[in-house]
Each structure stands twice: as structure tokens, then as C-alpha cells.
């Protein structure tokens, strides 16, 4: 499954994090603490891939399962999502 650090990856590539906190309307160290997170929130990895010209339900996808804690239910919903999940 791809992850929400490869699109900020992706992002930053594009423009530096400054640029991107300013067109998001964010504060600089929204996006640090995404970093130190490891993931962005359903909101801005689906404003980040929107401004990228992606997909933003399927990033928002991403973001929320990967902010859900592994369980059973989680693992099951992301067999069943896996052909939407690898883009």
C-alpha cells in the first residue's frame, strides 16, 4: 500500500514545505509534525493530492487506514480495498 509519506515526498518535489503550509493554509509545523507523525490527516493528504492533480478520495483512503491502530477489522478492509489501495 502506498503511504501518505510518499505523496509528501511527491509534494515536496514540486514546491518546498514553506509553499506548501502557505497554499494549504497551514502553519510550517502542521506539516513538521505530519513528518514526525509519519502521515498526513484524511484533510491534507486529500488537499495535498488534489493540488497534485491525484486522486483525493483515494489519498483521504489512505490517510485514514493509516491512522487506525492494526487490528483484525483493519487488516480485512485493507484485503478488500487492495486493488483501489495500489494505485
Not at 518535489?13 to 497554499?23: N, Y
Not at 510550517?28 to 490527516?41: E, H, I, M, T, V
Not at 486522486?55 to 483501489?84: C, F, N, Q, Y
Amino acid at each position: 500500500m502506498e503511504n501518505t509519506m510518499e505523496l509528501l515526498a511527491r509534494a515536496l518535489k514540486v514546491q518546498p514545505q514553506a509553499r506548501w503550509a502557505d497554499e494549504l493554509d497551514l502553519s510550517d509545523a502542521a506539516l513538521s509534525q505530519a513528518k514526525k507523525r509519519g502521515r498526513l490527516s484524511p484533510t491534507l493528504a486529500g488537499n495535498m493530492a488534489a493540488s497534485l492533480g491525484e486522486d483525493p478520495e483515494h489519498w483521504i483512503t489512505v490517510a485514514a487506514l493509516e491512522a487506525e491502530p492494526d487490528s483484525i477489522a483493519k487488516r480485512t478492509l485493507m484485503k478488500r480495498l487492495g486493488g483501489v489501495l495500489k494505485r
